[in-house]
């Protein structure tokens, strides 16, 4: 039999370990959901690539405005029909110094995006910055804005 | 019964339609106010109000700035500006996360009496903490 002090002090013992595991398990979820965001972004830019239009529905939001650093914005079904279409066709899209903020179901993703693409058969070569807001929804990140900034 | 039914159905669409447009004009409120603050009072203190702790704010020529930075270079701004107008205000919400745009217009005149016609597009991306929308990032764009 143990004393009642030695339950009592099992019991507090128990209680900073269940702390402890509320903390680690919250902070690796955030990890998470950090990857998960990273690998939305890249699988994102891949299906523009591929004109994957099933990928593009699930990775937006039903109101998504892109913006285009012209002041051309595109809603969901513009940027994907564009892409069937043919009206756009990307052939590159490099990006690099990813910067991201996520306030649990928000995030701001910025970048230097360097995009290739064929309109109307002329090559076109940008040089941009981007800000792209995603937000988390049934444990998935959908794209709700972006807007590109010419350097 | 079925005339209950739809009274009760349309009352609750009546509460989430409310709700969305009570969410839109706070916004549209926190763009004009965050606008009135950096081009009109230079209100550090409303900026304060305003912006989330981690908020990144970009200028139209790509320069990056934390909370600390954008306030500081708020109230410390020389610049004088006119016929400041912020045009075609848009706003979409999804559930605790609010995209704005809108068109700046005006003239900004620099202390060096340098004066420079503005035209920018500005995105921001807004979060609702605590019942109080909070600006999380904040884009300009040079536009003709």
Do not use: P
């Amino acid at each position: 039999m143990m004393s009642a002090e030695a339950v009592q002090r099992l019991i507090i013992n128990m209680k900073f370990f269940l702390i402890i595991l509320l903390f680690v398990c919250a902070g690796s979820s955030a990890q998470q959901k950090n990857k998960k965001l990273q690998t939305a972004v890249g699988n994102f830019y891949s299906a523009l690539l591929d004109k994957d239009t099933a990928v593009l529905k699930l990775l937006t939001d039903d109101k998504l405005v892109y913006g285009h650093s012209n002041g051309w914005n595109q809603g969901k079904t513009e940027l994907i029909n564009d892409l069937f279409n043919g009206k756009l066709t990307y052939s590159s899209i490099k990006q690099s110094n990813e910067e991201i903020v996520v306030d649990k179901n928000t995030a701001c993703v910025r970048g230097k995006i360097d995009v290739t693409v064929v309109m109307s058969a002329t090559k076109l070569n940008f040089n941009l910055y981007s800000l792209m807001v995603w937000i988390y929804k049934k444990g998935s990140w959908k794209l709700l804005s972006r807007q590109g900034i010419k350097l | 019964m079925k005339k209950l039914f739809i009274l009760i159905c349309s009352a609750f669409l009546f509460v989430a339609a409310n709700a969305q447009t009570k969410n839109e004009k706070a916004v549209t409120e926190n763009v004009l106010a965050f606008h009135k603050a950096v081009f009109i009072s230079k209100d550090s203190l409303a900026l304060e109000q305003l912006s989330a702790d981690e908020v990144t704010y970009g200028h139209s020529k790509g320069k990056l700035e934390n909370r600390k930075q954008m306030i500081d270079a708020v109230s410390k701004n020389t610049s004088v500006y006119s016929n400041i107008e912020a045009k075609n205000i848009t706003v979409i919400i999804n559930g605790k996360t609010a995209v704005t745009r809108y068109w700046l217009t005006g003239i900004e005149t620099k202390k060096d009496g340098k004066v420079t016609k503005l035209s920018l597009n500005i995105i921001q991306a807004w979060v609702k903490k605590a019942k109080h929308w909070k600006m999380m990032g904040r884009q300009a764009v040079a536009v003709d």
